[in-house]
């Protein structure tokens, strides 16, 4: 690997580190060794932001963060460390100081957000039967049942978590648009790509699973951003 930075790998919510199993060898195939994928508690955003710092701090060299869904909240907290040199956005979050991916969201209501609840003990669920249409419908029936059953919920409470200190502030961004996406909006997708003043900003017509049902043209963002 030369000269290339390290690519870490952010999950989102109602899932681990595995939803970039079909990225990880798209950019193993574009040349990339490199290649970490953070496994977050979704315990809260400082929780998840300090557990990436650290896989961060454990790389020698640059480093890449790409973050999906809620994983674009935490490379923005986390992504002012040295050693990071850009950061990826996939159908992501991107709050600025002060917001959270609540607030964000909240001007542009999400059709998948029907299908979230809480348990009593605190987290947030997409209802199983429902996942396939909300999240991943690009997907196959069988790919979403998993999905849904296997999905790893948040505390609820993080939601509502805020940047203190943005990353994109200080960093090189890029943006992929889920043009089909039902659990963050388009236009929140939109606006929030606008504001960082990404180096480049593509839409896909993909659900919010774009990282599973368009490896392909994930990677080839992410490999562009890594060899900027």
Not at 122 to 147: I, N, R, Y
Request: glycine share 10%.
């Amino acid at each position: 690997m030369t000269g290339k930075p390290t690519i870490i790998l952010v999950h989102g919510f109602w899932g681990g580190a595995a939803h970039w199993a079909k990225v990880i060898p798209e950019l193993t195939r574009l040349g990339h060794s490199g290649i970490r994928a953070v496994e977050n508690p979704l315990t809260s955003l400082a929780d998840d932001a300090e557990r990436t710092r650290k896989m961060i701090a454990s790389v020698k060299g640059p480093v890449l963060l790409v973050g999906h869904s809620y994983g674009g909240a935490v490379i923005t907290a986390a992504g002012n460390h040295d050693n990071v040199v850009g950061l990826v956005y996939i159908a992501a979050f991107a709050p600025d100081a002060g917001e959270s991916p609540g607030s964000v969201s909240a001007p542009h209501p999400s059709s998948g957000g029907e299908n979230l609840f809480v348990d009593d003990d605190g987290f947030l669920w997409v209802k199983p039967d429902k996942f396939h249409e909300s999240f991943c419908q690009d997907l196959t029936a069988e790919e979403g049942l998993v999905m849904g059953v296997t999905q790893k919920a948040p505390i609820a409470a993080t939601f509502g978590d805020v940047i203190t200190a943005p990353a994109w502030r200080g960093k090189p961004s890029w943006y992929q648009i889920s043009s089909e996406d039902r659990m963050i909006a388009p236009d929140a997708q939109r606006a929030m790509s606008a504001k960082l003043g990404a180096r480049k900003i593509i839409t896909l017509k993909s659900s919010h699973a774009s990282l599973a049902s368009l490896p392909v043209e994930v990677a080839a963002l992410i490999d562009e951003a890594a060899s900027a």
